[in-house]
């Protein structure tokens, strides 16, 4: 990696970070879009795994009593089939046809976050749990970034925002573990570098954490959706130019 390789990657990660201590959620939305545009998707996607998976028992740590685990038990067992096939995808697919869905997938949930008007709490069915999970694994499986169908679904599960919060680090420390097997069946983590780049940037993420979680009090959840939703639509935009030219 070069210089400003490394700076970029460095930027990246602090914004995704703060974003995730934050909300709950959101960074690897944020990093695999913005660091796909400089390293290979095959690469990032395995490096955010590890580095989501220590993010999520940090902040679900923190926050463990506030878990809503019947969620949880529910979301799980489509998840375990939704990262099986998105893994296969994921080694199977072409470069240009990954960027290009994950550019239209980035794009789709920031344009619904920043169009969509609602008043008040709008609660769901539990019967949406499953076409959630199936999603939310199989996209997770295959770009790393699988949190918005989880947060469309328990959003309308879970009305106290910090709850929300704690119950999706939980999900996507379970997720992240499932995910973990799974890409070493697949031998995606089985270089030293991976691990080596996740351990190296574990100071910066932990300190973006940090900073997400102090400022995350004093937003509310419109103004924190718009502004990650602002920030995807530009990553999305990005990434689709990079598959396209």
Avoid: C
């Avoid at 704690?166 to 030293?192: D, M, P, Y």
């Avoid at 910066?204 to 937003?219: E, F, K, Q, S």
């Amino acid at each position: 990696m070069t210089s400003p390789d490394i700076a970029y990657a460095v930027t990246v990660l602090l914004l995704a970070y703060f974003v995730r201590g934050l909300s709950g959620f959101g960074s690897g939305l944020i990093a695999v879009p913005l660091l796909a545009l400089r390293f290979p998707l095959p690469e990032v996607v395995p490096f955010m795994l590890i580095a989501d998976f220590g993010a999520s028992a940090l902040v679900g740590g923190l926050s463990f009593r506030r878990v809503a685990w019947p969620e949880i038990r529910r979301l799980m067992p489509a998840t375990v089939v939704g990262v099986v096939i998105g893994t296969h995808l994921l080694v199977s697919l072409p470069p240009a046809l990954l960027l290009t869905i994950l550019g239209g997938f980035v794009l789709a949930f920031a344009l619904r976050s920043l169009l969509l008007r609602q008043s008040g709490f709008v609660a769901a069915s539990k019967h949406w749990a499953w076409p959630a999970a199936l999603s939310g694994g199989a996209v997770s499986g295959l770009f790393g970034t699988g949190g918005p169908p989880y947060v469309i679904y328990l959003s309308h599960r879970i009305q106290d925002k910090s709850a929300l919060r704690a119950t999706l680090s939980a999900l996507f420390f379970l997720e992240g573990l499932l995910r973990i097997v799974t890409f070493l069946f697949a031998g995606l983590l089985l270089g030293h570098e991976v691990w080596r780049n996740a351990l190296i940037a574990s100071p910066l993420i932990i300190a973006a954490l940090y900073l997400g979680g102090h400022v995350h009090a004093r937003l509310t959840d419109r103004q924190m959706l718009q502004g990650v939703s602002l920030l995807l639509l530009g990553s999305g935009v990005s990434l689709l130019a990079k598959a396209w030219w």
